[in-house]
């Protein structure tokens, strides 16, 4: 009896565990490693029309996502590092996601909203924030339902997802993240 109620409890919390591991969950998202990054359109804050993952092909890309401006010390946290070694690079790129539901865009437009995140980012960032006004349920359903964290992915060059992360950076992942960029950029096609 305790065997079995044992096998119950290590089944249990393996179960749990794997949700948190990049496996594809609601609560986690279905986007995985592996996974062609989903199709997303709309306008940088220069001005340009942005499709990914199809403008990312021939790049390596990072990608970061937030639903909520209360997430971007943890995009920071990812993304600083990153771009002050590869940001202009000829085989990288980086996009930032903001992710709003698209009744802000109806009710304010989203020259409004646009307006005022140019003014708090620096204009060379311009061309890599890429603001989406959207349904959110269908990226909830993509990348996760938590709207206080930041969702970070790496993707090769044809637009697969070779990393995938949440929340605030930590030295070991930082560096992990670092290592595969590396490896990815420094590889010959």
């Not at 646009?114 to 990348?143: C, E, L």
């Amino acid at each position: 009896m305790k065997f079995i109620f044992k096998c119950m409890l290590v089944s249990i919390v393996l179960t749990s565990v794997s949700g948190c591991n990049g496996q594809k969950s609601e609560e986690n998202g279905t986007v995985a490693v592996g996974d062609l990054f989903p199709k997303i359109a709309s306008e940088s804050l220069a001005g340009t029309q942005v499709v990914l993952p199809a403008d990312s092909k021939g790049k390596i890309t990072l990608v970061t996502l937030a639903y909520e401006e209360q997430a971007q010390k943890q995009i920071d946290s990812w993304a600083e590092p990153i771009l002050a070694k590869y940001l202009g690079k000829e085989k990288f790129q980086y996009y930032e996601l903001p992710v709003l539901a698209k009744f802000f865009k109806q009710v304010w437009g989203a020259g409004s909203i646009d307006r005022g995140m140019r003014a708090g980012i620096a204009p060379q960032r311009h061309p890599n924030v890429v603001t989406v006004y959207d349904d959110r349920d269908k990226y909830y359903s993509w990348f996760g339902k938590d709207k206080s964290v930041a969702y970070v992915f790496l993707l090769d060059t044809e637009g697969k997802i070779v990393a995938k992360y949440q929340g605030f950076s930590t030295p070991v992942a930082q560096k992990e993240l670092e290592a595969l960029l590396e490896k990815l950029v420094n590889q010959k096609t």
